[in-house]
């Protein structure tokens, strides 16, 4: 059972151009919403993360806007540029799933974004 | 660099092996995360060890076991190996905060390829 939708599998975006991913989740207990940058051979590293009572989180280039009744959230990246290609995650955590201190991440599939120059 | 790091780099072995998967935290993390990353599963967590004790598991088989030792590196233990075992495994870590502090830093990974 995938608890968080990632769409697009793979985005094809022009330097400058808005790149869009979407995530949907069914878990209404999920309460932390963490977007992760993957470059090839590295570890994911946390990006923006945004909690469920606020509708939108902007850092820099790259705004969360968060729908709590329709269960989506979405990553904007504004500007994008070729150093921006790399796969995304979006995430969801229950923070207090198995007693507080877990805080395991729940991962969509991933987008794999291209910024083309 | 997250702080976290991982040994080896990668590790090819064949199957019915038994291979153990090496994680040191970034300073002062008490909590570390197993991750297993294939590529039709994606990231799947598998198990969380809180200050040396068990805190919550995930999709972990029976087959793999891990444990976090007094100085806080975390051993991950992968018995009976399948060509299905082949994958990514990645450790994170993170700080017990108040609630809100909810970020995981990843180590760069362990390449598995079992033949």
């Known amino acids: 059972q995938q608890q968080v939708k990632q769409s697009p599998q793979s985005l094809i975006v022009q330097k400058g151009g808005i790149s869009i991913i979407n995530c949907a989740y069914e878990?209404?207990?999920?309460?932390?919403f963490p977007w992760y940058q993957q470059f090839p051979g590295k570890g994911p590293a946390l990006l923006i993360a945004i909690r469920p009572d606020v509708s939108e989180k902007k850092e820099g280039r790259f705004t969360i806007s968060f729908n709590k009744s329709a269960k989506q959230f979405s990553l904007h990246i504004m500007d994008s540029q070729p150093g921006d290609s790399a796969t995304y995650f979006c995430?969801?955590?229950?923070?207090?799933?198995?007693?507080?201190?877990?805080?395991?991440?729940?991962f969509g599939k991933g987008t794999k974004l291209s910024v083309i120059p | 660099d997250s702080g976290v790091t991982q040994t080896p780099k990668h590790l090819i072995t064949a199957t019915g092996q038994r291979v153990t998967l090496r994680c040191s935290p970034r300073?002062?993390?008490?909590?570390v995360y197993w991750y297993q990353q294939s590529l039709d599963q994606g990231l799947q967590f598998l198990i969380q060890y809180y200050n040396g004790e068990e805190r919550a598991k995930g999709n972990i088989l029976e087959r793999f076991s891990a444990q976090q030792f007094p100085d806080l590196h975390s051993e991950l233990n992968l018995s009976s190996l399948e060509l299905g075992d082949s994958a990514l495994y990645f450790c994170?870590?993170?700080?017990?905060?108040?609630?809100?502090?909810?970020?995981?830093?990843f180590g760069p990974g362990t390449r598995l390829t079992v033949t």
């Open positions: 300073s002062g993390d008490l909590s």
């Open positions: 878990n209404t207990a999920f309460d932390y």
């Open positions: 994170a870590s993170s700080v017990f905060r108040d609630p809100g502090a909810y970020e995981q830093y």
């Open positions: 995430a969801a955590i229950e923070s207090m799933l198995s007693g507080a201190g877990s805080y395991q991440l729940t």
